[in-house]
């Protein structure tokens, strides 16, 4: 069943999805898309959402971001999940030229110094590789949830991605950490170690620190950087026009 793709059908599956579960919500994605991606950090939210999808065996393409800077508990947990469910994780990768071109103007840890350099580095290691993944796309599957931080509040549960042209789609955006967890112990689920030494939410080695007690789940992201509503500019359109180099 495929659908006309547009603002009206984000806007009615956002109302669909609020009296659905977890995978209710995703059999309809992958009923109505002819093409859907979810891009897969291996996060905890992350994983609940490829546990769903393998258990289920839905018509979904799983693809991660394999920036260059990972941890190695991150790429250890890219292994055991494909194990575990049986599913094509497709990885990404920045290009080499723009590796270059990065260390040539800012240095490879350039990004500490200066916002605009972080934005760069997220630029050629995320977005780049980003807009490769979700080629030929009409829904984009995520693992976004409000609780995470103030600028995620907000966050629906489909919403027209005008500059892409798809429906991204947040199917455990109302659930709460504690809702995430409990499904991980319930199914089983393999999660990174680092979440148990303090560490909600994972991204680049360089750029992620433990949490401290009363901080947000994704203060450790990017922690040197004062704005409270730093992103790397996956989700939030303003970061993502900064230029990449």
């Not at 509040?153 to 005008?162: H, L, N």
Request: one cysteine or more; glycine letters at 8%; hydrophobic letters at 35%.
């Amino acid at each position: 069943m495929t659908v006309q793709i547009g603002p009206q059908a984000a806007a009615t599956l956002d109302e669909q999805f609020s009296a659905a579960s977890l995978t209710e919500r995703l059999v309809l994605v992958a009923r109505m898309a002819r093409r859907a991606v979810f891009t897969t950090s291996l996060g905890v939210e992350d994983q609940v959402i490829t546990d769903a999808i393998g258990s289920s065996a839905l018509r979904i393409s799983i693809a991660t971001l394999q920036t260059g800077r990972l941890f190695g508990e991150t790429l250890a947990l890219l292994d055991d999940t494909r194990s575990r469910y049986g599913v094509e994780i497709e990885e990404f990768h920045p290009e080499q030229s723009d590796i270059d071109a990065y260390k040539s103007k800012y240095g490879i840890n350039g990004f500490y110094e200066s916002v605009e350099a972080r934005h760069a580095c997220c630029g050629f290691r995320k977005l780049k590789p980003l807009a490769r993944a979700l080629e030929g796309a009409d829904f984009w599957i995520t693992g976004l949830r409000r609780e995470q931080s103030s600028n995620r509040g907000q966050t629906p549960f489909a919403e027209w991605d005008d500059e892409r042209g798809l429906i991204k789609v947040n199917p455990l955006v109302d659930w709460s950490l504690d809702q995430v967890n409990s499904y991980v112990a319930k199914h089983h689920v393999p999660v990174n170690p680092l979440h148990a030494r303090g560490y909600p939410s994972i991204g680049c080695e360089p750029c992620t620190r433990a949490i401290k007690p009363g901080e947000d789940e994704r203060a450790g992201r990017w922690w040197w950087e004062n704005d409270e509503k730093r992103e790397c500019g996956l989700h939030v359109p303003e970061a993502s026009a900064v230029p990449a180099a």
